[in-house]
Antibody, heavy 118, light 110 residues
Framework: QVQLQESGPGLVKPSETLSLTCTVS????????WSWIRQPPGKGLEWIGY???????NYNPSLKSRVTISVDTSKNQFSLNLSSVTAADTAVYYC????????????WGQGTLVTVSS | QSALAQPASVSGSPGQSITISCTGT?????????VSWYQQHPGKAPKVMIY???NRPSGVSSRFSGSKSGNTASLTISGLQAEDEADYYC??????????FGGGTKLTVL
């Protein structure tokens, strides 16, 4: 059974960089595509981007200048860095796996709340 | 990229059928048969209910079905049950190889 678990600080100061890691079990990050999605409190889902172990990645145009997603095959993890955060970046952050077709998300982590506040 | 348009809320009585629409453009919904639908209960992670417009993953009830016409995709839930009450989100592949979600629809089972 594929499982994903997000980890990282729950509180980040404005203008700093938000960093989260997703640890994958039951599958290898060297297969398929892996993604980050976020959901501000009481609001809808927002797609952040995806990464493939080959290094191929793509990001939401509205976040592209601040986002980096990377993969560490030795640890079977992938990570999210979001720079210059503001209160608008406060959200539950989910990591997820794309199904083999790479067109839909079939496994999700439980999500982790990150609050941006001084 | 703009979020796909969904109604904010829909409601129905147990046993009835409801349909949730998801409207995009020719650069996303209308251009590809890669629309998926996700169900999210409060405090939980989303769960895929429909993929590639009209396919159900193993384990998802046959009461859930999907379709598409032009730039609008639809999710239909027949034989509504109390457990179907949740938020529903559509998502589409885009011409930029990104993905985009809809704004979400809150389903209330009366």
């Amino acid at each position: 059974q594929v499982q994903l678990q997000e980890s990282g600080p729950g509180l980040v100061k404005p203008s700093e960089t938000l960093s989260l890691t997703c640890t994958v079990s039951g599958d290898s990050v060297s297969t398929y595509y892996w993604s980050w999605i976020r959901q501000p409190p009481g609001k809808g889902l927002e797609w952040i981007g995806y990464i493939h172990h080959s290094g191929s990645s793509n990001y939401n145009p509205s976040l592209k200048s601040r986002v980096t997603i990377s993969v560490d095959t030795s640890k079977n993890q992938f990570s999210l860095n979001l720079s210059s955060v503001t209160a608008a970046d406060t959200a539950v952050y989910y990591c997820a796996r794309y199904a083999p077709s790479a067109k839909y998300l079939d496994y999700w982590g439980q999500g982790t709340l990150v609050t941006v506040s001084s | 990229q703009s979020a796909l348009a969904q109604p904010a809320s829909v409601s129905g009585s147990p046993g009835q059928s409801i349909t949730i629409s998801c409207t995009g453009t020719s650069s996303d919904v209308g251009g590809y048969n890669y629309v998926s639908w996700y169900q999210q209960h409060p405090g939980k992670a989303p769960k895929v209910m429909i993929y590639d417009v009209n396919n159900r993953p193993s384990g998802v009830s046959s009461r859930f079905s999907g379709s598409k016409s032009g730039n609008t995709a639809s999710l239909t839930i027949s034989g509504l049950q109390a457990e179907d009450e949740a938020d529903y989100y559509c998502s589409s592949y885009t011409s930029s190889r990104t993905r985009v979600f809809g704004g979400g629809t809150k389903l209330t089972v009366l």
